[in-house]
């Protein structure tokens, strides 16, 4: 036989359920944990570097606007540096402080046009504008470190070091409009390693904080966890006893209901005897003394309309009329073998024969009713249906009457008889109407349902539910 393995949706689920639930939090919640880490880490370290630099370069562009401004003012009226202001331009790169903070410079002027640089090539040049300069000249300072991959980079490449690339606008100091833009480029090295140790501290933090959080809520859920397993455990071992005294009570059910059905069987039988005696023995007895009556009263010349003697007469013959219809009453028809179906109908017949009244039938005429039914079930039904048959004679005031026999949805047999009768309020009863309790704990006994319908002017409707299994 060649085995096969499950990889469905449903497959996995139940893996995934099988894993511990603090595993389960361990394995989610290191890679959210990390996502998380690194989401807040890039962002810290991005803000970080944005406001070191952009400090840096406030403080750059302010130094060097105080010298440079002062010589770039004739780039007002003018596109390009006099000689002479070439010259004491270099001359204040060239000489300390400045030659130690600023390693080139370039002055921009519009269009492109560079009118000043550290490399004297450059000047005069017109090269495109990059981003940066066409936001400094709409007056915005930006800095960043470079890679000086543009070609009038070639000399600050030759530098070998992290460069801090500024552009800082120049304003006029008359008009305060914009007349040129200052690029400069400042040692970053110092700069840069201290923005990598503050970017460290803070990866650092990040990291720290996030593993105490994760190790804390790791600790609740374990926590949690324990509990829960131990409570599933409990709970598992409490289901595993309940199924099993549920089992048992299935089976001591199974086993009254069994022994309820022999106890029917068995109350029929004594109940056959009892009739047979009442046939045999009082029932013979009054017709003997019947015909002894009427013997005596021959010798004895009473003249047979003698009040007294019409008066015995009458009250042997209603006892004589009460002991067969006792008898009658307590032996059923022969019932082995047959289906719900002819057990109904004998029933309604016998009773249409006894009071001479019609009986409506609404059978359904599934074969599952015509089929033999078990002989404990055939002799429910009959006597529910008698019984119910005559509660309707007597109180629904000679009211239409339908019996009914059908299986519902579920397969469950359902049998009724239904007047039309002036109805009565069940609370009434109180216990009482040995008739309706007889039936209610005959059905019960073996697993059915009796139900009473009933309201003052609406009728009454007496049915019995029986299982699925009552069929078979």
């Known amino acids: 036989m060649i085995a096969t393995t499950q990889t469905g949706p449903a497959h996995w689920r139940r893996r995934i359920a099988a894993i511990p639930l603090h595993h389960r939090f361990a394995i989610v919640g290191s890679i959210v944990t990390l996502l998380g880490m690194v989401a807040v880490g890039s962002l810290v370290s991005d803000s970080i570097k944005t406001s070191v630099?952009?400090?840096?370069a406030l403080s750059s562009a302010v130094y060097m606007e105080s010298f440079i401004a002062p010589m770039s003012q004739e780039l007002t009226n003018s596109q390009t540096l006099s000689p002479a202001s070439i010259q004491r331009m270099r001359d204040l790169l060239d000489e300390p402080p400045m030659s130690e903070r600023v390693l080139s410079t370039k002055i921009w002027r519009k269009g492109g046009l560079i009118a000043f640089s550290s490399d004297a090539d450059l000047i005069g040049k017109v090269l495109e504008p990059g981003e940066k300069l066409r936001r400094a000249w709409a007056g915005e300072l930006s800095a960043s470190f470079d890679d000086l991959d543009e070609a009038e980079n070639a000399r600050e490449q030759m530098k070998g070091i992290p460069l801090l690339e500024v552009y800082?606008?120049?304003?006029?100091?008359?008009?305060?409009?914009?007349i040129a833009v200052a690029e400069f480029y400042l040692d970053g090295s110092?700069?840069?390693a201290d923005l990598r140790a503050a970017q460290a501290r803070a990866w650092a933090a990040v990291a720290g904080v996030m593993a105490l959080t994760f190790a804390a809520l790791f600790g609740i859920v374990r926590a949690g966890s324990r509990t829960i397993d131990a409570q599933n455990r409990e709970l598992t071992g409490r289901l595993a006893e309940l199924a099993?005294?549920?089992?048992?009570n299935k089976a001591l059910r199974e086993r009254v209901q069994a022994a309820s059905r022999g106890v029917s069987e068995t109350n029929e039988r004594y109940m056959r005897r009892i009739s047979a005696e009442l046939?045999?023995?009082?029932?013979?007895?009054?017709?003997?003394?019947?015909?002894r009556l009427d013997a005596l009263m021959r010798r004895a010349s009473v003249p047979p309309d003698d009040p007294e003697a019409r008066g015995l007469r009458a009250s042997l013959d209603e006892a004589m009329g009460d002991v067969r219809d006792l008898c009658r009453g307590l032996t059923l028809p022969t019932l082995e073998?047959?289906?719900?179906?002819?057990?109904?109908?004998?029933?309604?017949?016998?009773?249409?024969?006894?009071t001479a009244t019609?009986?409506?039938?609404?059978?359904?005429?599934?074969?599952?009713?015509d089929r033999p039914a078990p002989h404990p079930i055939l002799i429910c039904?009959?006597?529910?249906?008698?019984e119910a048959l005559m509660n309707a004679w007597r109180h629904a005031n000679d009211a239409p009457v339908t019996a009914s026999c059908g299986l519902s949805p579920d397969g469950r047999l359902e049998i009724a008889v239904e007047d039309g009768g002036p109805g009565f309020d069940p609370r009434t009863l109180n216990g009482h109407g040995l008739g309706l309790s007889g039936l209610r704990e005959r059905v019960e006994s073996i697993g059915g349902e009796f139900d009473i319908r009933t309201a003052p002017g609406q009728g009454t409707r007496l049915t019995i539910t029986l299982s699925p299994e009552a069929l078979a």
Request: hydrophobic fraction near 35%.
């Open 244 to 248: 099993r005294v549920s089992t048992q």
């Open 358 to 369: 019609t009986v409506q039938r609404r059978f359904s005429g599934d074969e599952r009713i």
């Open 381 to 386: 039904a009959y006597r529910f249906t008698q």
């Open 190 to 192: 110092e700069l840069k």
């Open 168 to 178: 800082n606008p120049i304003h006029s100091i008359l008009t305060g409009k914009i």
């Open 53 to 56: 630099v952009r400090n840096a």
């Open 337 to 354: 073998g047959r289906s719900v179906a002819e057990t109904l109908e004998l029933a309604i017949s016998a009773h249409e024969r006894r």
């Open 279 to 291: 046939h045999d023995g009082p029932a013979q007895a009054l017709a003997l003394t019947s015909l």
